[in-house]
């Protein structure tokens, strides 16, 4: 009876000391884990999480035309949505949000269009890896001048004496010179456009690149289209790249001021405008105000994109 009572117990205690070893693997591996994210979480503690809760504190803060009192008020907000509550008559702040959404809804369309166009491009018809990291150079070449170079860069393009309306007047398409190409919303859009393209261009590139390619050979021997193939394959599985690049866009547009007063001669409004206005009259705590319910809105619209795509599951 002690014969096969001994090794029974030799099995038990080999098992509890593996088990115990494996408990003690596990643990150094989640304290390896959070030390090596210790450092990026310090980093978007500091400079994320503190900007935004201090943000937030200022917004409830009162000030007048001499300093600020740190006194606890929601006058803020009320100021933010004065008027909001009239029929009648849309507010100024549902007016400026208006606006702001007609330039995001623009050049997430264009973006859009484009983007997939040159993603699927050099995805499916540029073979070389070599060739694909120099169009994607290409690409960001743009960004080693400043934003507000390459907007002033249009100016002598799209201006009444400008390029476009020299040459079409000389070719006889126009008489007098197109007033709406600068200082104007096709101007900003242009701008838009031009500067956030490429952000939806790598995230779409970047799930196009992992599609295999036997699905889209699969698509064409049971005799679907190039369209069929296009709407039924490549854009399903290229929908996470597409809602990254979204929510870039739409995140740039909607707190863009710099654009909108370059591009539209500081004569459209827009959400970022009026905070930068707020804080150049350093009416601080008002400025803190909108910013918050602009996070707010852009937060909400993020949100809406990720309820309709689940990132987590398609990446």
């Given at each position: 009876?002690?014969?096969?009572?001994?090794?029974?117990?030799?099995?038990?205690?080999?098992?509890?000391?593996?088990?115990?070893?494996?408990?003690?693997?596990?643990?150094?591996?989640?304290?390896?884990?959070?030390?090596?994210?210790?450092?990026?979480?310090?980093?978007?503690?500091?400079?994320?999480?503190?900007?935004?809760?201090?943000?937030?504190?200022?917004?409830?803060?009162?000030?007048?035309?001499?300093?600020?009192?740190?006194?606890?008020?929601?006058?803020?907000y009320i100021d933010v949505f004065e008027g909001c509550l009239n029929t009648a008559d849309a507010c100024t702040t549902v007016r400026t949000y208006?606006?702001?959404?007609?330039?995001?809804?623009?050049?997430?369309?264009?973006?859009?269009?484009?983007?997939?166009?040159?993603?699927?491009?050099?995805?499916?018809?540029?073979?070389?890896?070599?060739?694909?990291?120099?169009?994607?150079?290409?690409?960001?070449?743009?960004?080693?001048?400043?934003?507000?170079?390459?907007?002033?860069?249009?100016?002598?393009?799209?201006?009444?004496?400008?390029?476009v309306n020299d040459t079409l007047m000389g070719l006889g398409l126009i008489r007098a010179p197109i007033e709406s190409l600068l200082y104007s919303?096709?101007?900003?859009?242009?701008?838009?456009?031009?500067?956030?393209?490429?952000?939806?261009?790598?995230?779409?590139?970047?799930?196009?690149?992992?599609?295999?390619?036997?699905?889209?050979?699969?698509?064409?021997?049971?005799?679907?289209?190039?369209?069929?193939?296009?709407?039924?394959?490549?854009?399903?599985?290229?929908?996470?790249?597409?809602?990254?690049?979204?929510?870039?866009?739409?995140?740039?547009?909607?707190?863009?001021?710099?654009?909108?007063?370059?591009?539209?001669?500081?004569?459209?409004?827009?959400?970022?405008?009026?905070?930068?206005?707020?804080?150049?009259?350093?009416?601080?705590?008002?400025?803190?105000?909108?910013?918050?319910?602009?996070?707010?809105?852009?937060?909400?619209?993020?949100?809406?994109?990720?309820?309709?795509?689940d990132l987590r599951k398609e990446l």
């Open positions: 009876m002690t014969d096969i009572a001994l090794p029974a117990i030799a099995n038990t205690a080999t098992a509890s000391a593996s088990t115990t070893s494996l408990t003690a693997k596990t643990r150094r591996r989640r304290v390896l884990a959070y030390l090596q994210a210790a450092p990026m979480a310090l980093v978007f503690l500091v400079f994320f999480v503190v900007p935004l809760a201090l943000t937030l504190i200022v917004s409830f803060w009162s000030y007048n035309e001499y300093e600020i009192i740190p006194a606890f008020t929601v006058q803020n208006l606006s702001t959404l007609k330039f995001c809804a623009l050049t997430w369309a264009c973006t859009l269009v484009i983007g997939f166009t040159v993603a699927y491009f050099v995805a499916f018809h540029v073979r070389s890896k070599t060739m694909q990291m120099a169009l994607f150079l290409v690409c960001t070449i743009p960004f080693w001048t400043s934003n507000v170079i390459r907007m002033i860069s249009w100016i002598p393009l799209l201006g009444r004496n400008g390029l919303d096709f101007s900003v859009v242009l701008a838009f456009v031009h500067l956030n393209t490429v952000f939806m261009i790598v995230p779409i590139f970047n799930s196009m690149a992992r599609i295999d390619r036997s699905l889209i050979e699969a698509a064409y021997d049971s005799g679907a289209t190039g369209w069929q193939t296009l709407w039924n394959v490549v854009v399903p599985l290229a929908k996470p790249g597409i809602a990254i690049g979204s929510i870039f866009v739409i995140t740039l547009v909607m707190g863009d001021f710099v654009t909108v007063g370059v591009m539209g001669g500081q004569q459209i409004a827009s959400v970022g405008k009026v905070i930068q206005v707020q804080m150049s009259a350093l009416q601080l705590p008002a400025a803190a105000a909108n910013a918050v319910v602009l996070l707010g809105a852009v937060m909400l619209m993020i949100v809406a994109m990720t309820r309709l795509i």
